[in-house]
Structure formats: structure tokens, C-alpha cells
């Protein structure tokens, strides 16, 4: 069974950091997709960052230069660093996994930016 856990969210003002991680199990970690997404209410979900197994990255235009994304193969954990955030940046941000023929989800962790 496949399970995808968030945590690291939080409040924190504008212009702090967070950092969210995903610990995946069940799956074959090394060949998966990696990507956390975001939704703010009343948005649509959207990309935030990706990184492939073999560490290719795609980040949203919105996040260059600020979010950085990382995996850790041994230990089939995700990360996002996330600096000078702003309020635009509050939402749910859920841990995705692509793999051939399938797609999981986590659970969602809020992550609120006061200005």
C-alpha cells in the first residue's frame, strides 16, 4: 500500500522559510516522480516543483530562486525548502508520486504566510 505523509507546514510571516518533507512508502521510491503541489481556495491546483529519480528539477515561475526541492533515495523522502515566502504562497501543499500507470497523493499540509 502506497503512503504519502506531509509535514512541516505551518504559519510563519512573510519573508520567513518553511520546510515541508514527504516520507514515502510502499512504492518503488528511486523511479518515481516526485512533486509537491499547492492549493490556495478558490485556485486551482498547481504545479510547485518536481524532481525526477535521477534529480531532474521543474520549478513554477512563481517559486524560481525561492523554493528549492530535494529528494533522498535511501531514505524515500521528499523535501521542499521553502525561503521568502509571501502571502501568495499559502495554500495546501500536497506531496505527489508519479509512477508508470499510477499517481498518489498525500494528505495535504497548510502552510500560511501572514503579511
Known amino acids: 500500500q502506497v503512503q504519502l505523509v506531509e509535514s512541516g507546514g505551518g504559519l510563519v510571516q512573510a519573508g520567513g522559510s518553511l520546510r515541508l518533507s514527504c516520507a514515502a512508502s510502499g512504492m518503488a521510491f528511486n523511479i518515481a516522480i516526485m512533486g509537491w503541489f499547492r492549493q490556495a481556495p478558490g485556485k486551482q491546483r498547481e504545479l510547485v516543483a518536481r524532481?525526477?529519480?535521477?534529480?531532474?528539477?521543474t520549478y513554477a515561475d512563481s517559486v524560481k530562486g525561492r523554493f528549492t526541492i530535494s529528494r533522498d533515495n535511501a531514505k524515500n523522502t521528499v523535501a521542499l525548502q521553502m525561503n521568502s515566502l509571501v502571502p501568495e504562497d499559502s495554500a495546501i501543499y500536497s506531496c505527489?508520486?508519479?509512477?508508470?500507470?499510477?499517481?498518489?497523493w498525500g494528505q495535504g499540509t497548510q502552510v500560511t504566510v501572514s503579511s
Open positions: 505527489n508520486a508519479l509512477l508508470p500507470g499510477s499517481a498518489y
Open positions: 524532481i525526477t529519480g535521477v534529480g531532474t528539477i
